[in-house]
């Protein structure tokens, strides 16, 4: 049972910055996919990246382009999401999740597995 647990929520000005972590667990040796979604009140949960931990291409959806990138923690288990110049449009519950299967990166049905979600709240 793969567990994954976000951490690094906030509340920030727009501008700002903030770094999210998703440590995962109960994978064994497997590589998998590593989603981040986030939902903000009244829409839709939408892909924002997703990075493949064997090595490959990582995804951005169009409106984080150019202002979040994955980094590689000092644990090997943890991967963060730095997300800079955030818009007050960032904001919403944030969602690591893990998938084994292949599909289009940003569609939910593709991640198996799904953190608890941390708050981000960027304000104007």
């Known amino acids: 049972q793969v567990q994954l647990v976000e951490s690094g929520g906030g509340s920030v000005q727009a501008g700002g910055s903030l770094r999210l972590s998703c440590a995962a667990s109960g994978y064994g040796n497997s590589n998998f996919r590593m989603g981040w979604f986030r939902q903000a009140p009244g829409k839709e949960r939408e892909g924002v990246a997703s990075i493949y931990t064997g090595g490959g291409a990582t995804y951005y959806a169009d409106s984080v382009k150019g202002r979040f990138a994955f980094s590689q923690a000092n644990a090997k288990n943890t991967l963060y999401l730095e997300m800079n110049s955030l818009k007050p449009d960032d904001s919403g519950m944030y969602y690591c999740?893990?998938?084994?299967?292949?599909?289009?990166?940003?569609?939910?049905?593709?991640?198996?597995?799904w953190g608890q979600g941390t708050q981000v709240t960027v304000s104007s």
């Open positions: 999740a893990a998938g084994f299967i292949g599909g289009r990166w940003s569609d939910p049905v593709v991640y198996k597995y």
